[in-house]
């Protein structure tokens, strides 16, 4: 498995120098939340990871209470350009819409996110929250799962998923030159398969 991190503008001013000595070869970095909330360490993050050889994927934070096709625009427009990047991912944390309304809008963002960008997201999830708000969602496993599930027990199956892509497996985690806590990932495969889900 290969190692890797997950970042924000809540991790505050990074020091680059002393992250530089982590044995990770990924990170997924926020880019954008709701219909008009743009990650205002986004930029920045790309370009010190890349500089610095990791290989960076962007995530949004899915407000599934508000239009998704505003909530695709922006995150398009804040990412530009998804090529030399690392598949896209919504991350589904946030409560604040009934079953229905979830599995219908979910759906729909994925849907249009690949339609407008060409590339297939991979969802960021809970066993609990994707049990609680999209037990019905059997279209899940057709996107790379990215499991939020604390600890050092390998996951469970979730259900519709054969497996997972991405693991987050802390989200508590100090690192040197990050002055908060951050969040810790395993990719379930090889580098040389990480590196296929680099969008050309």
């Not at 044995?23 to 926020?30: E, G, L, P, V």
């Not at 407000?63 to 909530?71: A, D, F, N, R």
């Not at 969802?123 to 799962?145: D, E, R, V």
């Amino acid at each position: 498995m290969i190692a890797g991190i997950d970042l924000s503008e809540k991790n505050g001013h990074i020091h680059w120098n002393l992250l530089e000595g982590m044995q990770f070869s990924f990170a997924y970095i926020k880019a954008s939340e709701g219909i008009d909330c743009v990650d205002s360490a986004f930029g920045d993050n790309l370009k010190k990871l890349s500089k610095h050889g990791i290989l960076v994927g962007a995530y949004h934070w899915l407000q599934p209470e508000m239009h998704v096709g505003q909530q695709v625009d922006l995150f398009i427009q804040t990412v530009k350009d998804f090529k030399g990047m690392l598949q896209p991912a919504i991350c589904l944390e946030t409560y604040g819409a009934t079953q229905e309304e979830m599995e219908k809008n979910v759906s729909a963002f994925l849907i249009l996110l690949e339609k407008k960008s060409g590339v297939k997201p991979i969802i960021y999830t809970s066993i609990q929250y994707w049990k609680t708000y999209l037990p019905k969602a059997a279209w899940g496993c057709n996107y790379p799962l990215w499991i939020d599930e604390p600890g050092i027990v390998w996951p469970s199956q979730l259900w519709p998923w054969a497996g997972w892509t991405f693991w987050q497996y802390c989200y508590e985690s100090l690192l040197p030159g990050v002055p908060t806590t951050l969040g810790l990932n395993w990719f379930n495969g090889s580098l040389s398969s990480l590196k296929k889900m680099i969008i050309n």
